[in-house]
C-alpha cells in the first residue's frame, strides 16, 4: 500500500511534536519533512514532493495563506490542509481562494485531522462541519450579487454534470469513469464551464452548485 507522503509545517515544535506521534501511528501515512516558517515549507516542498502539506496559518516569517499561494503556483498537485487555530471567516476563506483543500481547527478530534488528510491525498475537499456553514451563509448572502454568469441555461448538459460531480469533490479520473468519457474530455469540460460562469476555483464552483441546488450542503 502506497504511503501519503506529509510536510509539516507549524511554528511550535510542540505542535509539530504531537502531529508526529498522531500520524506515525497511521500505516497509510509517512512524514518526510518539517518546518518552521512559510519559506522553509516552500524550500522542502520543492525538495521533498509531498503529497500533502499541513500547514498551521500563523508562521514568523511569511504567513501560511502567502506560502499556499506561492506552493500552489508552483507545485499545484500538493495538497494542502490548513491546520490553525483561527475560525473567523477572514482566515478561512482566504485559505481557500489561495488553494487549500482542507481547513482544520485546532481544537479538532484526531480523527477529523485524520480524514481531512485522506480526502484531501484523493484529490477531494474536506471542510470542518462548523466552518461549512460559513460557505452556506456566504452562498446564499452573495447569490448573484457578483455579475457573474451564473445561469444554469449556459451550460451544456454534459456541463452541468461535470460541474455536479467536480462540486462534490470528484477528481477528473471519478467524473471520467462515472460519465464514460477521457480524463481529457473532462478536463476541457471544466475548463468551458469555469470560463461560462466566470468561476475561479473550486470553492467558488462549490457555492454555486449549492445555489442552484445542485449538490446539498
Known amino acids: 500500500m502506497s504511503k501519503i507522503h506529509l510536510l509539516l509545517i507549524d511554528d511550535h515544535a510542540v505542535v509539530r511534536g504531537g502531529l508526529r506521534m498522531l500520524l506515525e ?22 525538495q521533498l514532493a509531498p503529497d500533502v502539506v499541513i500547514m498551521d496559518i500563523s508562521l514568523p516569517d511569511i504567513s501560511g495563506i502567502e506560502a499556499t499561494r506561492r506552493l500552489k503556483e508552483t507545485h499545484p498537485q500538493i495538497g494542502v ?38 480526502t484531501v491525498a484523493r484529490g477531494n475537499v474536506y471542510i470542518f462541519p462548523s466552518l461549512a456553514n460559513l460557505l452556506v451563509e456566504d452562498f446564499l448572502a452573495r447569490a448573484d450579487e457578483d455579475g457573474h454568469q451564473n445561469a444554469l441555461g449556459d451550460l451544456t448538459s454534459r456541463e452541468q454534470e461535470v460541474l455536479a460531480l467536480l462540486a462534490q469533490g470528484k477528481t477528473n479520473d471519478d467524473i471520467a469513469d462515472a460519465l464514460v468519457i477521457s480524463r481529457h474530455t473532462v478536463a476541457r469540460h471544466r475548463e468551458n464551464l469555469m470560463s461560462k460562469l ?3 476555483n473550486r470553492s467558488e464552483l462549490v457555492k454555486f452548485a449549492i445555489r442552484k441546488g445542485l449538490i446539498k450542503p
Open 81 to 118: 490542509v490548513a491546520l490553525t487555530i483561527h475560525e473567523d471567516q477572514q482566515y478561512f476563506f482566504e485559505m481557500l481562494k489561495v488553494g487549500a483543500s482542507a481547513y482544520v481547527p485546532k481544537r479538532a478530534a484526531p480523527d477529523d485531522l485524520l480524514t481531512a488528510i485522506r
Open 25 to 46: 501511528n497511521e500505516d497509510d501515512m509517512e512524514i518526510i519533512g518539517e518546518a518552521s516558517s512559510g519559506l522553509a515549507a516552500l524550500q522542502l516542498a520543492a
Open 198 to 200: 466566470g468561476l475561479h
